[in-house]
Each structure stands twice: as structure tokens, then as C-alpha cells.
């Protein structure tokens, strides 16, 4: 019976076993990836300070996040909408003296009072990895090689990187010093809908070809070069290539240099990662500083739950019934061995009915 007050809010859901299990071997799978690659894993808490975590990520605003004073302090905390900052603050004060650069990894959950139209969603399970004291190509190519491979363990295909570049506009913009900030703002504006005649109408006609370098890696490139006549993005288009040929063929590789959002504290460096039934994106990244300490950093979050939905049904794992009066060493084994096992727990059951596949008999498991 489902009572009124039973009823979950909107966007926010209970996982039932099947798709928990999937949830957790997707985690499972990328954080043996992480750890494999010399990230360590911190656990911040769910909520803390709002000022905290505002304060840490340039452009980083707290509206969407569920905030409440704490009745024992007195100040007005936040859940976590992204643990990124969290790890800029881990990074900036208990781990300060740390030796550079610091990999740091995570997983957990995150709240938002609003979801986007395409992801109504209002909890996600942030899981990645922060490199932090570099925010150079190194770092970047590291990042998103590492971002590929553990959504390729977690048994994704299809995985493709957008590569994005944050402060694009503000780049060129800065050459040209006639440039009112207005028009700047205007020119962001309209590039982020992509309108080219509201790009001409504020007066950005010089930055039209941007909305058409967009699309498979190489040819974007090869627009956005012949636009940088005055060389102002030459380093980064270089850098581009690099972590491009740093990704192979492991994914597809696109490139859309006016993205914006989803960016909002990323600075010269950006990229959304997708893979094959995956809705939206599955994971984002890029290059940051940390708020307060000024530090360099580069690092990426996948929603690992939204990956969890994609990812191959697991293989149905042997389940042993054990009869009362089962041998407990042989139970032992036959976890050891990565069967489940359950307990008999009274004359009535129905082995079947309860999950198992085998039965223990005569010392050994018996098909059922
Ligand atoms: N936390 C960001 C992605 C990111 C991690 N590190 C740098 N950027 C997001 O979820 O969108």
C-alpha cells in the first residue's frame, strides 16, 4: 500500500537490488581504476558551509543547492550539487603540505534543487578524480585518458570526448581592447545559442566562424586555425592536439570551442564525455583553479549512476542454498570461490523462488 506519505519527491528515486548492483559495479569498476592510477580516495562530507563551497570554484553558485541553517551553529550549510570544490578545499587546507601534484579521488552523492528539463534527476553520484597542482596539457591529456578508460572498465562503448575551450571569448576578446565589456557579455550570449544572426546584431560578426568550428576533431581544428590569424589560441590549439593524440583510439574525439555550459569554473580547458545509451552526458572535466589557494588543477566527474543504467547487465552469479545444518567451511569455499550463498531459514522455503541457482548437496552445489 502506498500511502501519500510514502511518495519520494520529484527527481529523486530509491534503486531497487538490480539496478543498486549495477550502480555498485559501475563504482566498483572505475574506482579500481582510479586507484590503479595512483589516485587516492578522500570522502568529504554530504553538506557543509555554504560559503565553503562557494568560495572555492570562480563562477560556481550556490542557488541550486538545497541550503538550511544548522540549528548548531547557526550558519546556513549546503548540501553538495558538485564535490569538486570539496576536494579544492580538501587540497587547499588539510592537505596543503602534501607534495605536488596531489591525485586525489571520489565518490558520492550530490543533490540539486533543480533538474535541467533533459535530466530530471535531482541526485547524482559524482565519482572522479582531481590532479591537482597542474592544470598544463600533461595534466590534461592524464585526465581524460584516465576519464576513457574508466568508463571503457565499467564496460561502456561508444565513449566519445567534446573537447571545449571555457575562456574561448575572453581569449580573443582580450586582443581586441576596443571591445566593451558589454559587447563581450553579448558576444557569450549569443554564442552560447549558437544564433548567428543575434551574433551579427550585437556586433560579434568576427566570431561567427566559431559556431561553424564545431563537429569530428581534425576538421574543427583546421577551421578554428585558419580563424586565429592573430595566433592568440595558437598554444592552446596545440595543446588540443596533444591530448587528442593522447586519447588514440581509445574514443572519438569532436570538438565544439564555445561550450559553455556545464563549464562554469573550467578555465582554458573543458570536455563532456559521452558513450553508447547513456543519457546526456556521461561525465564532464577539465582545467580549474582552486579558489583561495589560486592552485592549478585539472580533473573529472562521471555520473556514475547514469552509467550504471548503460552499463552491461552484470552476469547472474551462482547462488547456493545451504540446508540447515550446512557445512560452514564448505560455504566458505563457495564464497571464496564468488558464489553467493543463502541460508536455509525454515522447513517452508522454496529455493527457487528466493534467488538460488544451486542447492548444496552431498558436500557439493546442485543445479536446481
Ligand atoms: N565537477 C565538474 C567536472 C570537473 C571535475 N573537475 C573539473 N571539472 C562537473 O561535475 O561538471
Not at 254 to 274: I, V
Request: net charge negative; charged share 25%.
Amino acid at each position: 500500500m502506498t500511502d501519500n506519505t510514502d511518495l519520494l519527491p520529484e527527481g529523486l528515486e530509491d534503486r531497487l537490488p538490480q539496478s543498486a548492483e549495477r550502480i555498485t559495479q559501475t563504482m566498483r569498476a572505475c574506482l579500481d581504476v582510479l586507484h590503479g592510477h595512483g589516485y587516492d580516495r578522500v570522502r568529504p562530507p554530504l553538506l557543509e558551509y555554504e560559503s565553503s563551497l562557494s568560495r572555492r570554484m570562480k563562477g560556481l553558485s550556490t542557488r541550486w543547492m538545497f541550503r538550511f541553517v544548522d540549528p548548531s551553529s547557526l550558519r546556513t550549510l549546503a548540501l553538495r550539487s558538485d564535490i569538486t570544490p570539496q576536494i579544492g578545499r580538501i587540497a587547499a587546507t588539510s592537505m596543503a603540505d602534501r607534495p605536488r601534484p596531489l591525485r586525489l579521488a571520489y565518490c558520492g552523492d550530490t543533490a540539486v534543487i533543480r533538474a535541467n528539463q533533459l535530466d530530471p534527476a535531482r541526485e547524482r553520484l559524482q565519482l572522479g578524480a582531481e590532479l591537482i597542482g597542474a592544470d598544463t596539457v600533461a595534466a590534461a591529456g592524464e585526465i581524460v585518458a584516465l576519464a576513457v578508460r574508466a568508463l571503457t572498465a565499467a564496460g561502456l562503448t561508444g565513449i566519445s570526448v567534446d573537447f571545449t575551450l571555457p575562456d574561448l571569448v575572453d581569449t580573443l576578446a582580450a586582443q581586441d581592447l576596443t571591445m566593451q565589456p558589454d559587447t563581450v557579455e553579448a558576444i557569450r550570449r549569443e554564442l552560447d545559442t549558437k544564433d548567428a544572426g543575434g551574433l551579427k546584431a550585437v556586433g560579434g560578426e568576427a566570431y561567427l566562424p566559431l559556431i561553424h568550428a564545431t563537429g569530428p576533431f581534425n576538421d574543427a581544428m583546421a577551421k578554428l586555425r585558419k580563424l586565429d590569424a592573430g595566433g592568440a589560441l595558437g598554444s592552446r590549439l596545440d595543446g588540443l592536439e596533444v591530448i587528442a593524440a593522447r586519447i588514440g583510439d581509445l574514443a572519438r574525439v569532436t570538438l565544439d570551442p564555445t561550450e559553455r555550459h556545464g563549464f562554469e569554473y573550467q578555465s582554458w580547458f573543458g570536455f563532456t564525455l559521452y558513450a553508447k545509451d547513456v543519457r546526456g552526458a556521461a561525465g564532464r572535466g577539465g582545467t580549474y583553479k582552486i579558489g583561495g589557494s589560486d592552485e592549478p588543477a585539472t580533473g573529472f566527474t562521471l555520473y556514475a549512476d547514469a552509467l550504471a543504467d548503460a552499463a552491461p547487465q552484470p552476469e547472474t552469479t551462482r547462488t547456493v542454498y545451504l540446508p540447515i545444518g550446512f557445512s560452514e567451511s564448505k560455504a566458505k569455499r563457495l564464497r571464496a570461490e564468488g558464489s553467493r550463498t543463502i541460508e536455509q531459514l525454515t522447513q517452508d522455503e522454496d529455493p527457487i523462488t528466493l534467488g538460488c541457482t544451486h542447492i548444496l548437496q552431498g558436500g557439493n552445489p546442485v543445479e536446481l
